[in-house]
């Protein structure tokens, strides 16, 4: 799961960036408003993490010019505000969930959990679900019925994509940049080859799932 982190105490930043990397998240962490919009209208995170208080745009309108621009990435609001105010007026512009400062990381990590539950079918914590696959979120072993097998590190980045869009349209641009970076010289022939592999494992594991190809499109998980 790809996360953006915008705070602006560095400290604080790096700090959260260690703790979600060490349970298998990938971050992208900025120190501003302008750069946590710029990376966010990007669409290619699956949870936003958004301070309030920050320099150049605050957090609250961040959130408003993303929802705005139709960007409906879960966003999570840290405040050091104790504020009935802030809370009420972040959830009201669409934010998702919010922690107040100081929080404890199994806090953080619960939330951003629940966040993932409503992004796809969880059956528990390190199993996402859908049709007749499972894919396991730790091991990256992609399941189905007594059959198993081990994905690659960009194999499951890939899946893992498709699966939290169930049946969604995903371009061959947008998973360039979520799984190879915004300066990356990655081609389309990159995710081709690797959509191969995956179509090749859910056969190899007699899955009726499917990468379908949406010409000139994209592709889709379907049952």
Same mark, same amino acid.
């Given at each position: 799961?790809?996360?953006?982190?915008?705070?602006?105490?560095?400290?604080?930043?790096?700090?959260?960036?260690?703790?979600?990397?060490?349970?298998?998240?990938?971050?992208?962490?900025?120190?501003?408003?302008?750069?946590?919009?710029?990376?966010?209208?990007?669409?290619?995170?699956?949870?936003?993490?958004?301070?309030?208080?920050?320099?150049?745009?605050?957090?609250?309108?961040?959130?408003?010019?993303?929802?705005?621009?139709?960007?409906?990435?879960?966003?999570?609001?840290?405040?050091? !505000? %104790?504020?009935?105010?802030? #809370?009420?007026? $972040?959830? =009201?512009?669409? /934010? *998702?969930?919010?922690?107040?400062?100081?929080?404890?990381?199994?806090?953080?990590?619960?939330?951003?959990?629940?966040?993932?539950?409503?992004?796809?079918?969880?059956?528990?914590?390190?199993?996402?679900?859908?049709?007749?696959?499972?894919?396991?979120?730790?091991?990256?072993?992609?399941?189905?019925?007594?059959?198993?097998?081990?994905?690659?590190?960009?194999?499951?980045?890939?899946?893992?994509?498709?699966?939290?869009?169930?049946?969604?349209?995903?371009? !061959? %641009?947008?998973?360039?940049? #979520?799984?190879? $970076?915004? =300066?990356?010289? /990655? *081609?389309?022939?990159?995710?081709?080859?690797?959509?191969?592999?995956?179509?090749?494992?859910?056969?190899?594991?007699?899955?009726?799932?499917?990468?379908?190809?949406?010409?000139?499109?994209?592709?889709?998980?379907?049952?």
């Amino acid at each position: 799961m790809k996360l953006l982190l915008v705070e602006d105490e560095v400290q604080l930043s790096e700090a959260l960036s260690q703790i979600l990397i060490k349970n298998n998240y990938s971050v992208d962490a900025v120190y501003d408003g302008d750069d946590g919009l710029n990376y966010g209208l990007t669409d290619i995170y699956d949870v936003i993490i958004l301070d309030i208080m920050l320099p150049k745009l605050n957090g609250l309108q961040v959130l408003r010019i993303l929802r705005k621009k139709g960007v409906s990435t879960p966003i999570i609001l840290l405040t050091a !505000k %104790d504020s009935v105010e802030d #809370k009420v007026t $972040g959830l =009201d512009l669409g /934010a *998702d969930d919010y922690l107040s400062k100081p929080f404890s990381s199994e806090e953080l990590l619960a939330r951003l959990r629940a966040l993932t539950r409503r992004k796809g079918e969880v059956i528990n914590d390190n199993i996402l679900d859908f049709g007749d696959i499972r894919l396991n979120l730790s091991t990256y072993d992609l399941e189905c019925k007594n059959n198993s097998i081990t994905l690659t590190l960009k194999e499951f980045d890939i899946l893992h994509y498709f699966m939290q869009r169930p049946k969604s349209i995903v371009s !061959k %641009d947008d998973l360039i940049t #979520k799984l190879w $970076g915004f =300066d990356s010289e /990655a *081609d389309h022939n990159n995710i081709e080859v690797y959509i191969s592999f995956l179509r090749k494992k859910l056969t190899h594991i007699d899955s009726s799932v499917k990468i379908s190809t949406i010409r000139r499109v994209g592709y889709k998980l379907e049952e």
